[in-house]
């Protein structure tokens, strides 16, 4: 069973910097495509990061150059640092996992695992 427990949320203000992660268990397939995705109340998901086995990574355009994906697969962690922070990143973000392939992709209709959210609040 895949479980996925995200951390490090939390309230900052306006250019400031949080580190996400989520820590993996029980996955075990050989190749990945991992994600984060972030809600605001009364909006869809949006998908903002991708990073698949290869380590090809994928962004939505309003965090390019912003925030950066990685995981660390001795740790099987997943991260998200997210730095120049603005109050429209505001959101419960969550991270998602599904086997690798051709669907890596930022839907969030094509991943089997999520973990259950942690809250950013960003102040301006």
């Known amino acids: 069973q895949v479980q996925m427990v995200e951390s490090g949320g939390g309230s900052v203000q306006s250019g400031g910097s949080l580190r996400l992660s989520c820590t993996i268990s029980?996955?075990?397939?050989?190749?990945?495509?991992m994600a984060w995705f972030r809600q605001t109340p009364g909006e869809g998901r949006e998908g903002v990061a991708l990073?698949?086995?290869?380590?090809?990574?994928n962004y939505t355009d309003s965090v390019k150059g912003r925030f950066t994906i990685s995981k660390d697969n001795a740790k099987s962690t997943l991260y998200l640092q997210m730095n120049s922070l603005k109050p429209e990143d505001t959101a419960m973000y969550y991270c998602?996992?599904?086997?690798?392939?051709?669907?890596?992709?930022?839907?969030?209709?094509?991943?089997?695992?999520w973990g259950q959210g942690t809250q950013v609040t960003v102040s301006s």
């Open positions: 029980g996955y075990t397939y050989t190749t990945y495509c």
């Open positions: 990073i698949d086995n290869d380590g090809n990574t």
């Open positions: 998602a996992a599904r086997p690798g392939g051709p669907w890596c992709v930022l839907n969030l209709y094509v991943y089997n695992y």
